[in-house]
Each structure stands twice: as structure tokens, then as C-alpha cells.
């Protein structure tokens, strides 16, 4: 999933300011799942904001809503019925959904609240790790299910640095070293030799350099 | 409804845990009647139960200072409802005081010595008097008191 995590309040007030008619409009997927912008945060950031509004005596109206997935064109499109009352939208969905939303009410200031942080896991309550970079070429397989260029803090694709202790990484020591859990995988597997070989080093034309990627699939089309 | 012996100029939201004692129905209505519209008692099953944004909306709409009442640490019957319930009070805590309001506006009481939550009402009461109204619920005077303090400067 997509993780973020709410930008600080000061900047949010300072980008909503102009505004009298607000529009928060969280979502209820990834950043649902980390807390940071899913229907009880939403609200609790919309209370947040009347409360300040009114200390301040000011006269806002700020509205919430919340949909399944603000990225998803589907799931924005029913917002036309009820957009129009609204100066500008907060939007707490990732990068990805803020712009979802601008492209599709393209007459309307869409202001972001979360910053977008990485792609991961929920690894305990409260607790949420980057464990892939969207590299386009996945090669778990060939590490055990470890990717090593998400996980080792300097991307090794052909075996550890040597600065490991422990079986944790050197940069820092809190983290497990990422060579020696795929050391540790493959062994069990009695996939060793897949380390044999050399890997040479990655295509990033895969992840940057032409623009935004896309994917296109016809079958899904109508 | 006729004004109470202790009501007075703010409005406490109490939220409690339905297993602190003396906390049933008639309990809950005598403090009703003592404080008036002085405060505003929300049972819940555990505090575990209370989300921020319970505290939140009541200072957004009509309290002046909001309250839990939970069990002592290690006696919760859920295991840990007064520890979940004792990091969103200092989260929206953290939240009301980025945007200026006194956090003391909300609080905790783990219930230590098994106190009635008559007892432990009337406490927070005491604590709580030397607070003023609440700037959200009257922005107004708020103002007015910036200004002064502006005027001052």
C-alpha cells in the first residue's frame, strides 16, 4: 500500500486560508490502513479545523467525506453532485488521489493534507515500513523475497557490504541487515545458488527518465 | 431546567468506563442533577472505546473542557482500553495545542484508588475551575481579549 502521513497543521491552515467553503475529502484505502487519511481521520481533521476556525471567529464552512478510492476515476466522479457548494478541497489521499481529483474537477483548487511517503507494509499496529520502490523490474525471486535495493541502505544487488553485525545494518543499527535475511531465506529453500550468479546493474529507464510510467491494458478496456 | 447549586460558567464532557464503580444509571442521573448543564456524562464500555475524535467534537460543539474516567493501569478488563485510551488523550492533546487551545482543556483520570465516579466528578470539577470559558464556544470574547491584549502591546 501507499503510506503517508498528515502534513502539520500550520501548513495546512496557511494553504486553506483563502478559503470559505472546504471540502475535506479523505479515503479509504492505503492511507486508511496507515492512519492517515481515512474516514475517522478525515473527520477528526475537519473538527480539528472548525475548532480553530472559531476561536479564530471566523466563518467557515468545512464539510467531510469520505470515498472508497480517490484515485480511482469511478469512485470521484459521483462528487460532481455536491463539489459545486465548495471553494477548494482538502484532499487526504496520496499524491496519486490529489491529482486524480484535480484532473477530473480541474475548476477547483485541490489542496493536498497528507504528504505521500512510500510503498509498504503494516508491519505491527502503528508501525508501517517501505519495502518496495516501484523499481518495474521485480527480482524477489532471486533474493528470497527480500528486495535488497528497498531494504539495504545501499541498494547492494550482488551480496552484502561486510559492515553487517549482528545480522543488522551498519547505517543503522535498528534495521536487519537485508543480505543476511536473504542469506537466511534462500538457505532454507536450499537456494543458494541463485546468488551465484552476478546481477548486473539495474535498468532505471524502468522507473524514471521517460516521464511519467503507464500501463496499458487493452483486455481491461472498454 | 431550574439552575443547580453547582453549576457553573464551564461545561464538562465526561467520558467514563462503565466498569469504574458506582457508575450505573441512577449514579449518572444524581450528578446530572447536582451539575446541571455543567456537565455532560457519556458512559462507554471501556475507555478503549474513546477515539480523539469524541474529545474533539465535544470542544468543537458545546464543552468547554472534556474528560475520561478510565480504570487504574493494569486493571482493565480488556487488557489495555486505559492504555489506548491514555495515547489519544495525549494525541489530541498534541492536536488542540497546535492550533492554540490549552491542552489541559482535556485529561485522563486513571481511577487509582477505585473511587465512585461521583467522587472522581466532583474532583475533576475542582480541578477544572480555574479555566475559562472555552474560546471555541465563545470566539466573541476570544477576540475581544486578543484585541485587548494587541491594544496593550
Not at chain 1, 38 to 51: D, N, Q, V
Not at chain 2, 128 to 148: C, D, F, Y
Request: charged share 30%; hydrophobic share 35%.
Amino acid at each position: 500500500m501507499i503510506t503517508a502521513e498528515q502534513k502539520p497543521i500550520d501548513e495546512i491552515r496557511e494553504m486553506i486560508e483563502p478559503y470559505e467553503k472546504i471540502l475535506l475529502l479523505g479515503c479509504d484505502s492505503c492511507v486508511a490502513e496507515c492512519a492517515a487519511g481515512g474516514e475517522k481521520e478525515t473527520a477528526m481533521l475537519a473538527s480539528t479545523l472548525r475548532i480553530a476556525a472559531k476561536m479564530e471567529g471566523r466563518d467557515v464552512l468545512i464539510h467531510e467525506k469520505t470515498v472508497d478510492r480517490q484515485c480511482v476515476k469511478d469512485f470521484i466522479l459521483p462528487l460532481d453532485d455536491i463539489i459545486n457548494q465548495y471553494d477548494a478541497v482538502l484532499s487526504l489521499g496520496c499524491g496519486a488521489g490529489v491529482q486524480a481529483v484535480a484532473e477530473i474537477f480541474s475548476e477547483i483548487p485541490i489542496i493536498p493534507a497528507l504528504n505521500t511517503k512510500f510503498i509498504g507494509e503494516t508491519r505491527d499496529q502503528g508501525y508501517w515500513v517501505e519495502n518496495c520502490i516501484g523499481c518495474g523490474d521485480c527480482m524477489l525471486y532471486y533474493f528470497g523475497g527480500v528486495c535488497p535495493l528497498t531494504r539495504c541502505a545501499k541498494n547492494l544487488l550482488n551480496g552484502p557490504c561486510g559492515g553487517s553485525k549482528d545480522g543488522k545494518c551498519e547505517v543503522d543499527p535498528e534495521v536487519p541487515c537485508a543480505w543476511q535475511l536473504i542469506f537466511e531465506r534462500l538457505s532454507a529453500f536450499n537456494a543458494l545458488e541463485r546468488l551465484e550468479k552476478i546481477y548486473p546493474p539495474k535498468d532505471w529507464s524502468e522507473k524514471q527518465g521517460r516521464g511519467p510510467r503507464k500501463i496499458i491494458r487493452e483486455d481491461q478496456q472498454l | 431546567m431550574s439552575q443547580t447549586s453547582k453549576e457553573n460558567k464551564i461545561t464538562l464532557a465526561l467520558f467514563y468506563c462503565q466498569n469504574i464503580p458506582e457508575s450505573g444509571k441512577q449514579d449518572r442521573q444524581s450528578l446530572e442533577e447536582e451539575y446541571g448543564k455543567s456537565i455532560r456524562l457519556f458512559p462507554i464500555p471501556c475507555s478503549g472505546r474513546l477515539e480523539p475524535l469524541h474529545l474533539l467534537r465535544a470542544l468543537e460543539e458545546f464543552a468547554d473542557v472534556a474528560y475520561v474516567i478510565t480504570c487504574p493501569e493494569g486493571e482493565c478488563r480488556y487488557f489495555d482500553g486505559n492504555l489506548r485510551a491514555k495515547k489519544r488523550v495525549q494525541r489530541t492533546r498534541e492536536i488542540i495545542e497546535s492550533i492554540g487551545l490549552e491542552g489541559e482543556r482535556i485529561g485522563i483520570v486513571m481511577n487509582k484508588n477505585s473511587k465512585s465516579l461521583a467522587r472522581q466528578a466532583h474532583e475533576i470539577m475542582e480541578n477544572i475551575t480555574h479555566l475559562r470559558p472555552s474560546p471555541v464556544l465563545s470566539p466573541h470574547r476570544a477576540q475581544q481579549e486578543k484585541g485587548e491584549k494587541r491594544d496593550n502591546c
